[in-house]
């Protein structure tokens, strides 16, 4: 895999470190202590700061923020201008910054356009955030949340297919587009292996 490539717009501060294979896009900022893996990509805008991990193959769309104390692992996609906080009660007179919740976004995780979502929580394994949706609260495994606060609506495949599966109870589902087979139990919906 080639090295990373830097638009020459974008800076990137001595102290980050950028997987292969990684493209930084116009007018991107990453910050020093920063650690990104392998085949990402940072859209135009984009601002990652110090205390970040970025996984592998993870897709960053235009004018997302990825502040402090956020953890992206492998493959997950922000939609463009998605949001993600930090501080729970920010003031501007009150300095927080050694009051920082943790956001853990887990693997395949998809975060739509314009959605937020709010500190302490975590998106769960290819969960979908719906655009615009306002998450406060964890996201269960391959759940489909929309709205305001954020509802679980549905489930979803790791290829990002709706499955159809009921939101409580038992039941088992195929990807329409992959074949693969999903259990629902006790309101865990995990693959047939």
């Given at each position: 895999?080639?090295?990373?490539?830097?638009?020459?717009?974008?800076?990137?501060?001595?102290?980050?470190?950028?997987?292969?294979?990684?493209?930084?896009?116009?007018?991107?900022?990453?910050?020093?202590?920063?650690?990104?893996?392998?085949?990402?990509?940072?859209?135009?805008?984009?601002?990652?700061?110090?205390?970040?991990?970025?996984?592998?193959?993870?897709?960053?769309?235009?004018?997302?923020?990825?502040?402090?104390?956020?953890?992206?692992?492998?493959?997950?996609?922000?939609?463009?201008?998605?949001?993600?906080?930090?501080?729970?009660?920010?003031?501007s007179?009150?300095?927080?910054?050694?009051?920082?919740?943790?956001?853990?976004?887990?693997?395949?995780?998809?975060?739509?356009?314009?959605?937020?979502?709010?500190?302490?929580?975590?998106?769960?394994?290819?969960?979908?955030?719906?655009?615009?949706?306002?998450?406060?609260?964890d996201?269960?495994?391959?759940?489909?949340?929309?709205?305001?606060?954020a509802?679980?609506?549905?489930?979803?495949?790791?290829?990002?297919?709706?499955?159809?599966?009921?939101?409580?109870?038992?039941?088992e589902?195929?990807?329409?587009?992959?074949?693969?087979?999903?259990?629902?139990?006790?309101?865990?919906?995990?693959?047939?292996?």
């Open positions: 895999m080639p090295a990373a490539t830097i638009h020459p717009s974008a800076i990137v501060d001595d102290g980050a470190v950028l997987g292969e294979g990684t493209r930084v896009w116009h007018f991107a900022h990453v910050c020093a202590g920063a650690r990104i893996g392998d085949g990402c990509s940072l859209g135009q805008g984009v601002y990652v700061g110090n205390h970040v991990r970025i996984g592998h193959r993870v897709k960053i769309q235009n004018n997302v923020s990825v502040y402090d104390a956020v953890t992206l692992e492998d493959d997950v996609f922000c939609g463009p201008s998605m949001v993600f906080t930090n501080v729970f009660n920010p003031r007179a009150v300095v927080r910054k050694n009051e920082y919740r943790h956001t853990l976004v887990r693997q395949g995780a998809t975060l739509g356009a314009n959605c937020t979502i709010v500190c302490g929580t975590t998106v769960h394994p290819y969960a979908f955030v719906g655009a615009g949706a306002v998450v406060s609260r996201v269960p495994a391959f759940a489909l949340v929309v709205g305001v606060p509802k679980q609506i549905g489930w979803m495949s790791r290829h990002g297919e709706r499955l159809d599966l009921p939101l409580t109870g038992d039941g589902a195929t990807c329409p587009a992959t074949g693969e087979r999903y259990r629902l139990r006790d309101g865990v919906c995990e693959v047939i292996e």
